[in-house]
């Protein structure tokens, strides 16, 4: 009975992909290509590229069940998030890259993607190396047909991959570091020049973990770019991080890091490799360890950046003097920083240092202070969804800042103006 009803199963399956192939839906050939894109919360790998032998016009998301693994030579994986099922939320025919077609020889299957899907991120946070690569697999089946895709040929990063990554810059023949960078399509006489520094959990010598560990790629995204008439990026990393002292351990600016010497060199060297640059509008900011690495060059270098854009300060606010309050009193900085910031407390950082500029007579120095990090997507929960507090960077990669401290909208010339619109009118001196 038994062999009989396998026997029965058998001809189920071979009717089913007759009947399957009559429609048109050609057999795959295994391969598949990930898409990673950077989230508030990080990136995800949210679509999968599959490729087929040969065209067709039809797909059934309902047809396909989707599982991965993800492994790390480095451990530290839990098991629940080593492996399992994605969902996927829809699913059309495309080209190779994922573009739209009504008839073609790729299917793209667009996954659910969310803060609280760790098994759809392609990194691994630890503590002692902060955003990791791991080592992202797909099993998929087509339920219908039986097929299985299984060998992947690559991942496409929408925005990181319009980057340069093989930046390379060595300082004093002790000190190399890696960088991305981007150009502007539209390139006129001059453009200006966005640098951008990572968070303390994405140092090292991959610059795609500066771009996607928090969302950094999307200074390049149009919505951002428009903003600027087209703008270079540079996007600097630090080999291990940016608030590290000479005896490996954290400073919060109470003794020198070891990093500011090559990285303004690394900043100046840029510059000069692109003459299209205009040295007026060089524009510096950062989260966190990137935050604190900002202010530490605005001190050091007051006459060189047009302006800042700081979130999450680690910069203890006790290490700075008055006299370089002075220093740094007339240049444009735009602050960004949530109450509930529970690892760079405001009181310690970003409120006795916004205060104290406006006591030295700042005129242009800006501070969004939220209440929460909350979901600006609102497809996880609006203001009911509330990130950790640190997150603040939330809000100035997606160019939201609009408020003042005291409430009011920041205006240049009588115009309402957000965080992106008011750096890019600042200018400074182009001696540099």
Not at 1 to 10: G, I, P, T, V, Y
Not at 218 to 228: D, K, L, M, P
Not at 308 to 329: G, T
Not at 369 to 397: A, Q, R
Request: contains cysteine; hydrophobic residues 35%; charged residues 20%.
């Amino acid at each position: 009975m038994r062999k009989f009803k396998s026997f029965l199963f058998l001809i189920f399956i071979l009717f089913s992909i007759s009947v399957y192939a009559q429609k048109g839906y050609p057999k795959s050939t295994g391969e598949y290509k990930q898409v990673v894109e950077g989230f508030d919360w990080g990136p995800a790998v949210n679509k999968v590229i599959l490729a087929l032998d040969d065209t067709t016009s039809h797909v059934n998301s309902n047809d396909f069940s989707v599982y991965v693994t993800r492994k790390s030579s480095d451990g530290g994986i839990p098991a629940d998030q080593s492996s399992g099922q994605r969902s996927i939320l829809y699913s059309y025919i495309s080209d190779e890259n994922a573009g739209t077609l009504h008839v073609g020889r790729y299917i793209t299957l667009v996954l659910t993607v969310g803060p609280n899907l760790p098994i759809s991120s392609p990194f691994q946070y630890s503590w002692s190396k902060g955003n990791q690569w791991v080592d992202y697999q797909f099993n998929i089946i087509n339920n219908k047909t039986l097929d299985v895709w299984r060998k992947s040929t690559g991942k496409i990063m929408p925005l990181v991959d319009q980057f340069d990554l093989k930046g390379k810059f060595t300082y004093s023949d002790k000190l190399t570091m890696s960088y991305a960078s981007f150009a502007p399509s539209n390139v006129k006489d001059k453009s200006p020049l966005i640098i951008w520094l990572h968070g303390g959990g994405e140092g090292g010598f991959d610059p795609t973990t500066a771009l996607l560990g928090n969302k950094a790629a999307n200074y390049a995204s149009e919505a951002i770019q428009s903003v600027f008439d087209g703008a270079y990026v540079l996007v600097p990393q630090s080999p291990t991080f940016w608030m590290q002292n000479i005896q490996g351990s954290y400073t919060t600016g109470k003794v020198n890091d070891i990093y500011n010497e090559a990285l303004m060199a690394l900043i100046k060297d840029y510059v000069q490799s692109n003459p299209k640059i205009d040295a007026s509008r060089i524009y510096i900011g950062g989260c966190s360890n990137g935050g604190y690495m900002s202010l530490k060059l605005l001190l050091l270098h007051p006459d060189y950046f047009a302006a800042a854009y700081i979130s999450s300060l680690a910069y203890q606010a006790e290490y700075i003097s008055d006299e370089e309050m002075q220093k740094i009193k007339n240049i444009p900085i735009w602050f960004v920083h949530s109450k509930d910031d529970e690892t760079t407390k405001p009181n310690q950082t970003v409120l006795p240092v916004y205060n104290r500029l406006i006591a030295a007579g700042a005129k242009n120095v800006h501070f969004s202070f939220y209440d929460h990090v909350n979901d600006i997507t609102n497809l996880y929960g609006g203001k009911g969804y509330v990130y950790p507090g640190h997150w603040s960077w939330v809000y100035l990669h997606e160019n939201l800042p609009r408020q003042d401290f005291n409430g009011s909208i920041v205006k240049v010339n009588g115009k309402p103006v957000t965080i992106m619109e008011w750096m890019s009118s600042q200018k400074t001196n182009p001696k540099k």
